[in-house]
C-alpha cells in the first residue's frame, strides 16, 4: 500500500528492507529525535528496530495499525502510522516522526491529511485523534492546520528520555467534520 503525494512525497507501507533507514536516522539524530520520542533512548542496536519492524509487519494488517515510511525524493524522511485502532468504536490515532533535515517542507501536513481521509474511508473510522506533547511547538501546529480540534490536555501522558512525564494536548477530528 502506498501513497503518492506528489512527484517527490511517496508514503509507503512499512517492509523489512526499511530497517536499516530507521535505525541509521535514530542513530544518527538521537539528540534532536530523542526529545520527542522515548523510544530513541533504547534503540541502541539495530536488533531492536528489526523487531519493531517485525511485529509491525506480522500485526498491521490484522491490527488496521498501519505504519508508513515516509520518503521524500526516495529518500527515508521519517516514520508515520496509526496506533491503537478500535475497530469496534471506530477511532484511531495518528502517530508520526521526522528526520531533521526534512522539517518545513510540509511532508508530515501532507501525510497526515492522506491519513485522515484513508481512516475515514477504506478503514472506516468515526474518529482520528493525535497526541502532540505541549512544548512540541512546530508539532502541534499540524492538526490545528488541518482543522482538528484541541479536546484537552492529557496530564502527564508521555514517559520522555530521562525519565520526565510531558502533558499531552489531545487533538480529534471526526467524520462528520468533514
Same mark, same amino acid.
Given at each position: 500500500?502506498?501513497?503518492?503525494?506528489?512527484?517527490?512525497?511517496?508514503?509507503?507501507?512499512?517492509?523489512?528492507?526499511?530497517?536499516?533507514?530507521?535505525?541509521?536516522?535514530?542513530?544518527?539524530?538521537?539528540?534532536?529525535?530523542?526529545?520527542?520520542?522515548?523510544?530513541?533512548?533504547?534503540?541502541?542496536?539495530?536488533?531492536?528496530?528489526?523487531?519493531?519492524?517485525?511485529?509491525?509487519?506480522?500485526? *498491521?494488517? +490484522?491490527? /488496521?495499525?498501519?505504519?508508513?515510511?515516509?520518503? $521524500?525524493? &526516495? #529518500?527515508?524522511?521519517?516514520?508515520?502510522?496509526?496506533?491503537?485502532t478500535d475497530s469496534q468504536?471506530?477511532?484511531?490515532?495518528?502517530?508520526?516522526?521526522?528526520?531533521?533535515?526534512?522539517?518545513?517542507?510540509?511532508?508530515?501536513?501532507?501525510?497526515?491529511?492522506?491519513?485522515?481521509?484513508?481512516?475515514f474511508g477504506?478503514?472506516? *473510522?468515526? +474518529?482520528? /485523534?493525535?497526541?502532540?506533547?505541549?512544548?512540541? $511547538?512546530? &508539532? #502541534?501546529?499540524?492538526?490545528?492546520?488541518?482543522?482538528?480540534?484541541?479536546?484537552?490536555?492529557?496530564?502527564?501522558?508521555?514517559?520522555?528520555?530521562?525519565?520526565?512525564?510531558?502533558?499531552?494536548?489531545?487533538?480529534?477530528?471526526?467524520?462528520?467534520?468533514?
Amino acid at each position: 500500500m502506498e501513497f503518492l503525494i506528489d512527484k517527490n512525497i511517496v508514503i509507503r507501507k512499512l517492509i523489512e528492507s526499511d530497517t536499516k533507514d530507521i535505525f541509521n536516522t535514530i542513530d544518527s539524530q538521537r539528540e534532536y529525535l530523542g526529545e520527542w520520542l522515548p523510544f530513541v533512548e533504547d534503540t541502541k542496536e539495530i536488533s531492536y528496530t528489526q523487531d519493531f519492524v517485525d511485529s509491525v509487519i506480522e500485526s *498491521m494488517d +490484522r491490527t /488496521q495499525d498501519y505504519i508508513f515510511t515516509i520518503r $521524500y525524493d &526516495s #529518500k527515508f524522511a521519517g516514520i508515520i502510522g496509526f496506533k491503537g485502532t478500535d475497530s469496534q468504536n471506530k477511532k484511531t490515532e495518528i502517530g508520526y516522526w521526522l528526520a531533521q533535515e526534512f522539517q518545513g517542507k510540509g511532508l508530515v501536513s501532507r501525510a497526515v491529511k492522506i491519513l485522515t481521509e484513508f481512516a475515514f474511508g477504506p478503514m472506516n *473510522m468515526n +474518529r482520528v /485523534q493525535i497526541k502532540v506533547a505541549v512544548k512540541n $511547538y512546530k &508539532s #502541534k501546529n499540524i492538526p490545528e492546520r488541518l482543522g482538528y480540534k484541541l479536546e484537552g490536555i492529557e496530564r502527564n501522558g508521555e514517559l520522555l528520555t530521562g525519565g520526565i512525564f510531558t502533558d499531552l494536548y489531545v487533538y480529534s477530528k471526526l467524520k462528520a467534520d468533514g
